[in-house]
C-alpha cells in the first residue's frame, strides 16, 4: 500500500490566534484531539509513525565540505510558519483515504471548540522498489 | 516472544508452520467461530515456540497444537461468560464432540477462501492470509510490511471482524461459488508476491521474505485445487519471474536491466520448474491471464541471450493478454515489444493510438523515452526520461530514470 506524509507546520489555521492565547482547556482539548486519532489510525491499521519536532529555537544549520570540521550556524531559517512542527506516517490504500486523514488533522480545535484547519502537507513517500512484477520485467525499467 | 520465534530451529520452525492451516482447520470446526480460533492458534504456535525448543518437540506435535489451542479457546470463552455473567456459555465449555475428519486439502481452501474473501481490502486479505495459513506471527508480519506491531494486529483483527460480518463461516463453500473466489484469492497471492519485490531492498535484517511467502503459499493452494489451470499459471508466473531474483539487483542494490542480467545468475531449477507446471496449465486449455504472463516470462528465461528473446511470440502473448484484461500496462509493454519486432516508429504508434486509455499513467513518459532514445531522438528521450523521473513513486525507478537522461544529456551511453 502507498505510505502518506503529513506533516503539519507552524503556520496557523486561518484567523486562530497563536496558542499562547488559548486558554488551558483548549489547548488540552487540541492534543487530546491528536491522541484520539492517533489511537483511530491505529486501530484501522493505517498509522506506521507519529514524531513531533522540537521547535526551531534548538535548530542549527550544518554545512561542511567533506574535509574540514563542519560548520555550525543559528541560521538562516526559513520563515517559523514554514518549519515542520510533527508528522504522521500512514499506510493507506490510495490518496483519497490520506486526504481524508489529513482532513481530520487539519480540523484539530482551536479556542472555542473550532476546528483550526491548519494547512497539511501530504506527501508520497517513495517505494523501495517498484512494487509489481509484470511492470518489473516490462521493458521499461529493466531493457536498454 | 517474536524473540523465540527467531531463533527456532528451521525443523520447528517448518513444523509449525506446516501444521499452523491444519490446526486452525480442526479448530474453527470445532469451535465454530473462525476469528477467536485463528487468535487461540496464533497462541498455541507462540507458546509451542516457547517450548519446543527447550523441551523437545511433542511425540504427536499436532494433537499438542490443536489441545493448547483448544485450552486457549476454553479459557477465552470463559473469561468472556464471566464478564457476561451468563449461566447458558458454559454449555460452549463441553468438549464437543469431534467432526469427522476432513481432508487437510478441503481445509486450506475453506481457510484462504476465508482469508482472501471479497469482502477485505487486498492489505487487510494479505495480512489475514499470512497468519492464518502461512502461520507467520503478527510480529513478523508487521516486520515485512515495516508496520508497527500494534497497527498490523488490529489490521488483522479486524480483518477478521470484517469477514465474520460478512456472514462467511468455517465452511467449503458452494462449488458453483468457488470460481470466483479463487479468483480472488490468486489475486490476493499475486499481490503478495509483487509486495516481495516492493520490500525487498528494504532494511531486511529478520525479515520474511514475501515472494517465498506467496510461492509457498501458491503450492498449499495449487495442491488444493490440483485442475485448476490458472492457479498453476500462477505459481508458474511466480517461479520464473523469481527465478531472475539474484540477476536482477547488482551488490550495491541497484537495478540490473533485463537485457544486462547475468543469465547464468538465473536459477535453472526454478525455470523448469515453472515451465513444467506452465505446460501441463495449458494443456487444459482454459487460458487465463496469469498464465499467459507466465508464458511471456518463460520466454525471456529460455532465451540464451538477450538478443535471441522471441520478440514476435512475446507480442502475439502482449495482444491476446490485452484483449483479455485491457489493461494499460500490459499496452505500454505491447507498446514496447511492437518496437522490439517492427521496430521503434510501430511502438511509438502503438502509444499514439492508445493514448486515451493511457492518459495520466506514470509509466508512459518511461515508455516514450525509451522508444524516442531507440529512434535516435537523444534530446526528446531525456527530457521525458526526466519528466518520467519527477513522477516516478519508487526510488529505483527514480534513481533509473535520473541516469538514462543524464547518459542522454552527456552524449555516452
Keep these: 500500500m502507498p505510505r502518506y506524509l503529513l506533516a503539519v507546520t507552524f503556520a496557523d489555521g486561518d484567523g486562530v490566534p497563536p496558542m499562547t492565547e488559548w486558554t488551558p482547556e483548549e489547548v488540552q482539548a487540541h492534543l487530546d484531539y491528536y491522541g484520539v486519532l492517533n489511537d483511530e489510525l491505529i486501530a484501522s491499521g493505517e498509522l506506521v509513525d507519529t514524531t513531533i519536532l522540537t521547535g526551531p529555537d534548538l535548530a542549527v544549520i550544518v554545512t561542511g565540505d567533506g574535509q574540514t570540521a563542519p560548520v555550525r550556524t543559528d541560521g538562516p531559517f526559513a520563515e517559523v510558519k514554514e518549519w515542520i512542527a510533527g508528522f504522521q506516517i500512514v499506510d493507506v490504500e490510495s490518496e483519497e483515504r490520506a486526504i481524508e486523514i489529513a482532513g481530520k488533522v487539519s480540523a484539530v480545535p482551536g479556542p472555542g471548540g473550532v476546528p483550526t484547519r491548519q494547512p497539511i502537507h501530504v506527501r508520497r513517500v517513495m517505494d523501495q522498489a517498484p512494487g509489481d512484477a509484470a511492470e518489473m520485467d516490462s521493458y521499461v525499467r529493466t531493457g536498454a | 516472544m517474536t524473540h523465540a520465534v527467531e531463533e527456532l530451529s528451521p525443523r520447528i520452525e517448518n513444523l509449525l508452520r506446516t501444521l499452523a492451516p491444519r490446526v486452525l482447520g480442526v479448530l474453527a470446526r470445532r469451535c465454530g467461530d473462525f476469528a477467536a480460533a485463528e487468535d487461540a492458534v496464533q497462541e498455541a504456535l507462540l507458546a509451542a515456540a516457547g517450548h519446543w525448543p527447550r523441551e523437545g518437540v511433542p511425540d504427536n506435535p499436532h494433537g499438542w497444537l490443536i489441545q493448547t489451542a483448544h485450552r486457549r479457546w476454553t479459557d477465552h470463552v470463559r473469561g468472556e461468560a464471566a464478564r457476561r455473567r451468563r449461566e447458558e456459555t458454559a454449555t460452549l465449555l463441553e468438549p464437543p464432540p469431534d467432526t469427522a475428519p476432513v481432508p487437510d486439502e478441503d481445509d486450506t481452501l475453506t481457510l484462504v477462501f476465508l ?49 465474520k460480518a460478512s456472514g462467511a463461516s468455517f465452511r467449503l463453500p458452494p462449488p458453483q461459488d468457488r470460481a470466483e473466489l479463487l479468483r480472488s484469492v490468486r489475486h490476493v497471492l499475486y499481490l503478495l508476491f509483487n509486495e516481495g519485490y516492493a520490500t525487498s531492498s528494504g532494511p531486511a535484517l529478520h525479515r520474511v521474505d514475501l515472494s517465498e511467502e506467496a510461492i509457498r503459499l501458491a503450492r498449499l493452494l495449487r495442491r488444493a485445487v490440483p485442475g485448476d489451470a490458472e492457479t498453476a499459471g500462477l505459481l508458474a508466473l511466480m517461479l520464473l519471474t523469481d527465478a531472475r531474483r539474484t540477476a536482477r539487483t547488482a551488490p550495491d542494490g541497484r537495478l540490473v536491466p533485463l537485457a544486462e542480467q547475468d543469465r547464468t545468475q538465473w536459477d535453472r531449477q526454478r525455470i523448469a520448474e515453472g515451465s513444467a507446471l506452465l505446460a501441463g496449465a495449458i494443456a487444459r486449455r482454459a487460458v487465463g491471464e496469469y498464465q499467459l504472463q507466465a508464458a511471456i516470462a518463460a520466454l525471456h528465461d529460455e532465451a540464451p541471450t538477450a538478443q535471441a528473446t522471441d520478440w514476435p511470440q512475446i ?55 525509451h522508444l524516442l532514445e531507440l529512434s535516435g531522438e537523444r534530446e526528446a528521450a531525456a527530457a521525458l526520461y526526466t519528466a518520467a523521473a519527477a513522477h516516478a513513486t519508487s526510488l529505483p525507478e527514480r534513481d533509473h530514470l535520473t541516469k538514462k537522461a543524464a547518459e542522454l544529456r552527456s552524449g555516452n551511453r
Excluded at chain 2, 489493461?327 to 515489444?337: E, F, G, I, Q, W
Design chain 2, 115 to 163: 482469508c482472501c474473501h471479497p469482502v477485505l481490502a487486498p492489505a487487510s486479505a494479505i495480512a489475514l492470509t499470512l497468519r492464518a495459513v502461512g502461520g507467520l506471527t503478527t510480529a513478523e508480519i508487521a516486520a515485512a510490511f515495516l508496520v508497527p506491531e500494534a497497527t498490523m494486529a488490529q489490521r488483522i483483527s479486524r480483518a477478521k471482524q470484517r469477514v
Design chain 2, 315 to 369: 507480442l502475439a502473448l502482449y495482444v491476446l493478454l490485452e484483449q483479455m484484461t485491457g489493461n494499460p500496462v500490459v499496452t505500454l509493454n505491447r507498446a514496447v515489444a511492437t518496437a522490439m519486432v517492427h521496430g521503434p516508429s510501430e511502438g511509438l504508434s502503438v502509444l499514439e493510438s492508445a493514448e486515451a486509455a493511457l492518459k495520466g499513467h506514470h509509466h508512459v513518459d518511461a515508455v516514450r523515452a
